[in-house]
């Protein structure tokens, strides 16, 4: 039996050219040890391309460690980074291998670089060109043999001319730039990745959904999307824990990106094409939004009152009007 083989670009969900040509320009990096920059926005996939290029790698198999330079207090982060000699400070009761030691044969992925201060950025910089780190404490210089790949979404080159990047090692990680668009540059790239999470939350949840509706596809596509493909991902789930049809609409779209579509729709600067909102009745709105708050709260109907800011008669009168009972699958 021929055992199919792992595309490591694969779980990069595309369909335009944008994302065709920069998985190919990380193809071909792959096979080399070249130093990796690639920057773009929060949610952007900026890390699923470094595990995607180590994957594809003559050192895939070997470890894959990822720094958070962001994440780590300036004060550990030399420690963190080159490690540290038992007894080399307070607290240092043991040895301790740094990131660039623990990936070694492998790939040390630093996110956030463009976060580190000039006195990190300066370590950095020796430890690539020498590839050799010493442990705080330690004497003696240790060789690492590793591939770097570096992530920010930070405009190094603007920091680098109000000094507070390096140009030294700027250049020094930018042997191959790779520019992730965000996700209201590539709007070609939303269908699949709604099959996609679709698809995952069928599984995930055990139900059958089958797509979304037209106003939900007019949404998606128009939204600027500020998260990038993690808040679309967010949407979906969301979603998708709340639709009990066959497809998603409007009402299974979470509140806080339905108000925003209701403030858009208020906006008398939108243009009326720009609305991704169906042409609906007033009483066809009310209706889908009393429902949306019914689901929110799971059919509390004291607490849906309280949120709709009407009294518990009146609410009993709209559901009986619109014959909301009807969607409600917890019924006797």
Not at 213 to 238: C, M, T, Y
Not at 265 to 276: E, F, H, K, R
Not at 299 to 313: D, T
Request: proline share 4%; glycine share 6%.
């Amino acid at each position: 039996m021929v055992q199919q083989q792992h595309d490591p670009f694969g779980d990069i969900i595309h369909s335009g050219p944008k994302m065709k040509r920069l998985i190919n320009l990380a193809c071909r990096v792959a096979a080399s040890d070249a130093v990796v920059l690639i920057t773009g926005e929060s949610g952007t996939g900026k890390e699923m391309f470094a595990r995607s290029i180590h994957e594809a790698s003559p050192r895939y198999g070997k470890p894959m460690v990822c720094v958070n330079c962001a994440a780590v207090a300036e004060s550990l982060l030399e420690s963190e980074l080159f490690g540290h000699e038992k007894g080399s400070f307070t607290g240092a009761y043991a040895t301790h291998k740094g990131r660039f030691e623990q990936a070694t044969g492998g790939t040390l992925f630093l996110d956030e670089i463009g976060d580190m201060s000039l006195a990190a950025q300066a370590k950095i910089l020796r430890v690539i060109e020498e590839r050799k780190v010493e442990r705080i404490g330690g004497r003696n210089s240790i060789p690492v043999d590793i591939r770097i790949i570096c992530a920010t979404n930070q405009p190094l080159w603007e920091n680098v001319q109000k000094g507070i990047f390096r140009s030294d090692l700027f250049y020094r990680l930018n042997e191959v730039h790779l520019a992730v668009p965000p996700l209201r540059e590539r709007r070609e790239d939303i269908p699949a990745m709604v099959d996609f999470f679709i698809e995952k939350y069928n599984q995930e949840y055990g139900k059958n959904v089958t797509g979304v509706s037209d106003a939900v596809q007019g949404f998606l596509s128009r939204h600027s999307w500020p998260g990038n493909v993690r808040e679309l991902h967010h949407v979906i789930k969301a979603a998708m824990l709340m639709v009990e049809r066959d497809m998603i609409w409007m009402e299974n779209i979470p509140l806080d990106i339905n108000r925003e579509i209701a403030a858009k729709a208020a906006s008398p600067d939108l243009a009326v094409a720009d609305a991704p909102v169906e042409l609906l009745s007033l009483e066809e709105v009310e209706k889908r939004h009393i429902l949306s708050i019914l689901r929110h709260t799971g059919w509390k109907k004291s607490r849906a009152s309280s949120v709709l800011k009407i009294s518990r008669p009146t609410l009993d009168r709209k559901i009986e009007k619109y014959s909301l009972d009807d969607y409600w699958e917890g019924r006797s």
